[in-house]
């Protein structure tokens, strides 16, 4: 097997068995298993009521794609936190580690163009509001949402592809890339080609998942800005706030994840920067995840009309549930009671026979 000059000299932070977990590891695991458990929760919750309760339109049909790429993101966390409580040791094996890894990757980038589509959407409302009248359905919709997953799929391909698990000399097995992959010979020189595709992949994350979606919301919420402005509509509070707060955890959920990659990247061989970096980056990597909690909190439970259907659909869930059980334990006791009273009348027509 064929690897980049300085993959087996990787140190990521990692204890054994004697030692004691560190502070950092533990505060890490414990994010990977909050961010996991209520991102969980969360999205499964907005699934079944805005899937099965509220009727289909252009911003269900939205939430429901973003709600179905943050449930699979976090659905897959928990195995990310076993690898970190094992010592950043990798034990399921090279396909299992392709497959954990690109749903990160799938994550990021459709998390991003959703959100940079959801924006578009609201700046079409506003300032072609005739055209979205005749043109936005759910039909166009549907179909924008399936090109958005399937461009993601093919921007994670790349790190499908260069995913790999590698033994250190130390033992332990990483979750890692392996850009040494399918060069032409085993003689041909590896080092610039490693670091030319791990430019490429950094800076594709970079531009497609972050820069891009990131410019395209920031655009779009300062264009109906101007123009509700410029007809002296009155901008609601809630809008500005959910603005404010869309911009700001999208930057700060995914800004450190994306600038301790480029540090990781940039930074010469054996740099100090490259050491911060790889320690930092399981942290980063875990706020970044942090953004599939925040989304169904920003883009769901900020509508007060979902917001009651929620409450509505719930308390429906505990009614059938308490008529069921209540149901039942009318129904035993009236067994119970015909039971009785039969036992009652046999033994008062024997009496009566005696």
């Given at each position: 097997?064929?690897?980049?000059?300085?993959?087996?000299?990787?140190?990521?932070?990692?204890?054994?068995?004697?030692?004691?977990?560190?502070?950092?590891?533990?505060?890490?695991?414990?994010?990977?298993?909050?961010?996991?458990?209520?991102?969980?929760?969360?999205?499964?919750?907005?699934?079944?009521?805005?899937?099965?309760?509220?009727?289909?339109?252009?911003?269900?049909?939205?939430?429901?794609?973003?709600?179905?790429?943050?449930?699979?993101?976090?659905?897959?966390?928990?195995?990310?936190?076993?690898?970190?409580?094992?010592?950043?040791?990798?034990?399921?094996?090279?396909?299992?580690?392709?497959?954990?890894?690109?749903?990160?990757?799938?994550?990021?980038?459709?998390?991003?163009?959703?959100?940079?589509?959801?924006?578009?959407?609201?700046?079409?409302?506003?300032?072609?509001?005739?055209?979205?009248?005749?043109?936005?359905?759910?039909?166009?919709?549907?179909?924008?949402?399936?090109?958005?997953?399937?461009?993601?799929?093919?921007?994670?391909?790349?790190?499908?592809?260069?995913?790999?698990?590698?033994?250190?000399?130390?033992?332990?097995?990483?979750?890692?890339?392996?850009?040494?992959?399918?060069?032409?010979?085993?003689?041909?020189?590896?080092?610039?080609?490693?670091?030319?595709?791990?430019?490429?992949?950094?800076?594709?994350?970079?531009?497609?998942?972050?820069?891009?979606?990131?410019?395209?919301?920031?655009?779009?919420?300062?264009?109906?800005?101007?123009?509700?402005?410029?007809?002296?509509?009155?901008?609601?509070?809630?809008?500005?706030?959910?603005?404010?707060?869309?911009?700001?955890?999208?930057?700060?959920?995914?800004?450190?994840?994306?600038?301790?990659?480029?540090?990781?990247?940039?930074?010469?061989?054996?740099?100090?920067?490259?050491?911060?970096?790889?320690?930092?980056?399981?942290?980063?990597?875990?706020?970044?995840f942090f953004n599939s909690v925040?989304?169904?909190?920003?883009?769901?439970?900020?509508?007060?009309?979902?917001?009651?259907?929620?409450?509505?659909?719930?308390?429906?869930?505990?009614?059938?549930?308490?008529?069921?059980?209540?149901?039942?334990?009318?129904?035993?006791?009236?067994?119970?009671?015909?039971?009785?009273?039969?036992?009652?009348?046999?033994?008062?027509?024997i009496n009566s026979n005696v």
């Amino acid at each position: 097997m064929l690897f980049c000059p300085s993959t087996q000299n990787i140190t990521p932070p990692a204890y054994n068995n004697t030692e004691k977990m560190s502070s950092l590891t533990i505060f890490t695991i414990f994010l990977h298993g909050f961010f996991s458990s209520v991102g969980i929760v969360e999205n499964l919750l907005i699934i079944g009521v805005v899937g099965f309760h509220v009727r289909r339109s252009v911003i269900s049909i939205w939430i429901l794609n973003l709600a179905a790429s943050d449930l699979l993101a976090t659905s897959f966390l928990p195995i990310f936190t076993l690898y970190m409580a094992k010592g950043n040791t990798w034990t399921l094996g090279k396909t299992f580690c392709r497959i954990h890894s690109s749903i990160f990757f799938l994550n990021m980038f459709v998390s991003g163009f959703l959100l940079a589509a959801i924006s578009m959407d609201r700046c079409l409302v506003v300032l072609r509001p005739v055209w979205a009248q005749n043109y936005r359905n759910t039909r166009i919709v549907s179909k924008i949402c399936g090109v958005i997953w399937a461009f993601a799929v093919v921007c994670t391909i790349p790190f499908y592809i260069f995913r790999d698990t590698i033994t250190l000399r130390s033992g332990r097995i990483l979750c890692y890339y392996n850009y040494a992959l399918y060069l032409p010979s085993a003689t041909y020189d590896r080092k610039p080609v490693c670091q030319q595709r791990k430019e490429a992949l950094a800076f594709m994350k970079l531009f497609f998942a972050f820069l891009i979606p990131l410019s395209i919301i920031i655009f779009s919420y300062v264009a109906v800005n101007a123009s509700l402005a410029r007809r002296g509509q009155r901008r609601p509070f809630r809008f500005v706030r959910l603005v404010v707060a869309v911009v700001v955890s999208f930057l700060l959920c995914w800004a450190p994840y994306h600038l301790f990659i480029v540090m990781e990247v940039l930074a010469p061989e054996g740099h100090h920067a490259q050491k911060i970096a790889g320690k930092a980056l399981p942290i980063a990597a875990s706020i970044g995840f942090f953004n599939s909690v925040l989304n169904p909190i920003l883009y769901v439970f900020s509508c007060p009309d979902l917001c009651r259907k929620i409450r509505h659909s719930l308390g429906a869930v505990m009614e059938s549930v308490l008529a069921e059980d209540l149901g039942e334990l009318v129904r035993r006791r009236s067994t119970a009671y015909s039971s009785v009273s039969n036992t009652e009348v046999t033994m008062k027509q024997i009496n009566s026979n005696v």
